[in-house]
């Protein structure tokens, strides 16, 4: 069984090509790396695979079902949980209110002690009944991936969330991915920082102009021409 | 800031004696002030339910709805019509008639709505209310704009406790609801972010839809009470716009989205404009009072009167609606730093 599987995947805005035909499987338990420089249509693929906005065409297949047009809280209910690029906090209620309000559809009973848990595990105890509104960046980064593990999706898709965190917080959340995997869980991951993905994806998707242009092992994509062409070569943004 | 504390049993206690105080002094009203007195209190307890009302989908919900008095008119008429000489309802087993016809109504008017932008559930909403006041002008069971007359009841007491009693219900099943549930926190997370609630397993368009007929059903109630009370209704006086804008006014002068924002909105400028009314004779200084607090409230009181409280929630709800740039610095997205900003 494979976790995700996407074929001839598109999506357009207008005349640009966000998404231009993109096809690709996840095991379970993988943990794969999604890069490619600014604008090469990373975000919009997790778009496309959460069901936030739908695709031109292609299909999705999400643990065996197809999942393709789907609305987005069905997908999530299927088992599916995501993070947004830039931060989606629900900024009226608390940090421990926003992590609740990720329990409801799932086993609420439990909801309160696993809260504790997440906001310990992620050290933002301190500031649990801060409202969301007023944390920095960073923070607010932490707590988007503090709520996808409130419903404990089977499939995770990070975007950036290492993004403006700190590096003391960045190896809590690398530790967090890790439990995580080693639970059973999947993880489809958009990073920019090399060095993160080195260590934990086991292979690596590279995009560029809305297309897969290469997929391997780190080593290998480091190793590609066309990679380097198209992505690292360039300076760092 | 802090918006809930550690010492949260203190805190409790502080907050139960107002509450005590304030139930007792309702409760005994008639007992000590004379008819014009609990007169008054009547129409402040039925603007607290209009508005907490209101602000279920306003405030909560973060839709704005400018045809709430078409659910406040549907259930004066239900209960001026079933009460008609000839079908002679039992008054109490009206306002569930016009509690349900109100919510279909809100179905009918949000199912399309509610998965579009607010400016179109607005605009529906007024059409609404609009529609409905020309349909009553027209049709002949409802008296057309002649109106309907309700049987006659002298008692002053019974409809102040009447009212009171639907608004403290509205206000605990509020408060039951929007507070403390597993409900509230979906409503709350959708207004808050649509897409982000949509990934974390929410139906976001159900959810605001049951949020809406909520929001419907409860003035409908006070509708039915209120026909009964003033023992004539008509379009004029039970279909006409300013009592929405009287709804929004009061949710937005109390504190939108907060509990207790529409209860403290409704007995400030309820009282005030029956002040006014009974010193100067005219609702202009009435009107003249309400623009000015408004703008003084989206400037400088975001929160409402609640936001005078100390550890009231500093929420941005107006500055959402109204879509003004927030003064407080928004974090937003800084991939380039790798080092934590505060
Ligand atoms: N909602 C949208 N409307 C119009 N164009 C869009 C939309 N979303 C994305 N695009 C365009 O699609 C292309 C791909 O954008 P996307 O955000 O997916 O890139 P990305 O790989 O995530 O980039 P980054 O590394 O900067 O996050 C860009 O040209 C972008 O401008
Ligand atoms: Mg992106």
Redesign the pocket.
Known sequence: MSALAVSDLKRS??G?K??AGVSFDVGVKEIVGII????????????LLSGT?PPSSGTIRLLDKDVTHQPAYRIARQGLGRTF?IPTPFINMTVRENLLAAAVEGEWRSARSRAEEVLAALEISHIADDLASTLSGGQQRLLEFGRVQMRDPQIILL??VTAGVNPRLRQIILGRVRDLQERGKTFLV?E?DMELVRTICERIIV?DA?EIVFEGTFEEVARNERVVDAYLGRPET | MRAGGANSARLTARSVIPLVVVVVFLATLPLWVDDYWVRVWTGVAMWAGLAASWNIIGGYAGYISFGHVAFFGIGAYATAILMQPGLDWNFFLTLPVGAVVAGVFAFIVGWPTLRLRGAYFAIATWALAEALAQLVNTVDFTGGSFGLSTPGNAETGFFYYAMLIASALIYLIIFAVFERSRFGYKVKAVRDNEAAAQSLGINTTSVKLQAFVMSAALPAVLGGINAYWITFINPQSVLAGDITDQMVVMALVGGLGHLWGPAIGATVLYLSSTWLNAHFGSSTGYIAMIGALLALIVLFLPDGLVGLMPRARNMRLVRQMLRLPDRRADPGPD?DTSRERS
């Open positions: 805005f207008g640009i966000a998404v490619g420089p600014n604008g090469s249509g990373k975000s919009t693929l997790f778009n906005i690029q975007d950036e958009i920019h995009m809305g | 991939p």
